[in-house]
């Protein structure tokens, strides 16, 4: 037989669940966004003839390492836009990280860039429509 459960008693322990810690907005650095400016105009330039390594070392400047991993196994001859058509906007920003949209030709970029020793740096992007 188990004995009896009571609140409070000699060697129960307490556990507490701190919330998780969300960051700050701040405004987004202009380096951020000349980054994400500078990377969607290296990404819809993928002229008729150019491979897909030289597609790739034009995004490297502007894109962190563990990105140029998964860009390997992009085609650019797939990529519809070929012009960006406007400024980026910020979506969101923090102090280590922003969230950018890039209009093109034919799809909205949207990226995200994260501040490392580097510099601003792209680490992620998707399309969407324009």
């Known amino acids: 037989m188990l004995p009896p459960v009571t609140r409070g008693s000699a060697g129960a322990t307490e556990t507490r669940v701190e919330p998780t810690l969300t960051p700050s907005s701040a405004p987004a650095e ?21 491979t897909p390594e030289e597609w790739r070392e034009q995004l490297r400047p502007f894109t962190d390492a563990e990105s140029m991993v998964k860009l390997e196994d992009v085609d650019p001859r797939r990529i519809p836009a070929s012009a960006v058509t406007g400024e980026p906007r910020v979506v969101v920003s923090y102090q280590k990280s922003v969230v950018a949209e890039v209009p093109t030709d034919e799809v909205l970029l949207r990226l995200t860039l994260v501040e490392t020793d580097e510099g601003w740096r792209v680490s992620e992007y998707a399309m969407g429509e324009s």
């Not at 000349?34 to 002229?47: E, F, I, R, T």
């Open 30 to 50: 202009p380096e951020a966004l000349k980054v994400a400016g500078d990377w969607a105009k290296a990404w819809v330039n993928h002229p008729e003839g150019m």
